[in-house]
């Protein structure tokens, strides 16, 4: 086993980093910076491997509860914090990215925040996104979260939270954890309840975003906001 500061100076990872820039480093290295120390008889890019070994991937690791990270040999709290501190940063850089752009003509522009965000729950969380007259982001909140939250939407605090909001529109998202974006029965009747309450509201509803970690599936898109809108029922 060679220790970091047996290597040679130029394939440490910080002197790797501070020599030719932190995207010249692997994933491992990546995680081993952060790291910074290991422990007796694990180097930090030994403690790297075996987180990269329990989450299989960033995006695994991203994924990780608390207690998940620091039962990884090497991995005190205060570099489990470090670790969530940085997978948040991902989400919230991400999010600041959309703000003017138009949702409804560029879902996509959302999605990658919203698979950080949703995408790896182990539970459904039901998101809503509060848009301007122009379809540009104000603000988002996940306001209901359990499994089968579906059952648990309620379109009085969703309205509630527009209006506090200054919304014009609205952007409905959720997440399937078991990774198939296929609207169940239940989203859909979620969907025309909210839709029916926004036409009350004068607050259009503008999509329904299922996401998965590898993907999504757009209700507008597929045709389904339009059959609600036009007949008061999916």
């Known amino acids: 086993m060679v220790?970091?500061?047996e290597?040679?100076?130029?394939?440490?990872?910080?002197e790797k980093a501070l020599r030719f820039g932190v995207d010249k480093l692997s994933t491992r290295e990546l995680l081993a910076l952060i790291i910074r120390h290991g422990v007796r008889g694990l180097s930090a890019l030994d403690v790297a491997d075996r987180l990269l070994l329990?989450?299989?991937s960033l995006h695994g690791i991203s994924k990780m509860r608390y207690a998940e990270i620091t039962?990884?040999?090497?991995?005190?709290?205060a570099k489990a914090l470090e670790l969530q501190a940085c997978m948040e940063i991902a989400v919230r850089i991400a999010y600041e990215s959309i703000p003017e752009k138009d949702v409804v003509k560029d879902p996509e522009s959302v999605v990658n925040w919203l698979q950080l965000k949703l995408g790896q729950r182990l539970q459904e969380d039901f998101l809503v996104?509060?848009?301007?007259?122009?379809?540009h982001v104000l603000s988002a909140e996940v306001l209901f979260t359990g499994t089968g939250s579906a059952s648990l939407v309620s379109s009085r605090d969703i309205f509630r939270r527009a209006?506090?909001?200054?919304?014009s529109a609205i952007m409905l998202a959720h997440n399937h954890p078991g990774g198939d974006p296929t609207p169940s029965p239940q989203d859909l009747l979620v969907t025309e309840e909210v839709m029916d309450a926004g036409r009350l509201m004068?607050?259009?509803v503008v999509d329904h975003l299922i996401i998965t970690a590898g993907g999504y599936l757009s209700l507008r898109r597929e045709g389904l906001m339009m059959r609600a809108d036009r007949q008061g029922m999916i």
């Open 7 to 14: 290597m040679p100076v130029t394939e440490q990872p910080r």
């Open 163 to 167: 209006l506090e909001a200054g919304a």
């Open 71 to 77: 039962a990884v040999p090497g991995i005190s709290s």
């Open 129 to 135: 996104i509060f848009l301007d007259s122009a379809y």
């Open 3 to 5: 220790l970091v500061r």
């Open 54 to 56: 329990h989450g299989k």
């Open 202 to 204: 004068n607050i259009e």
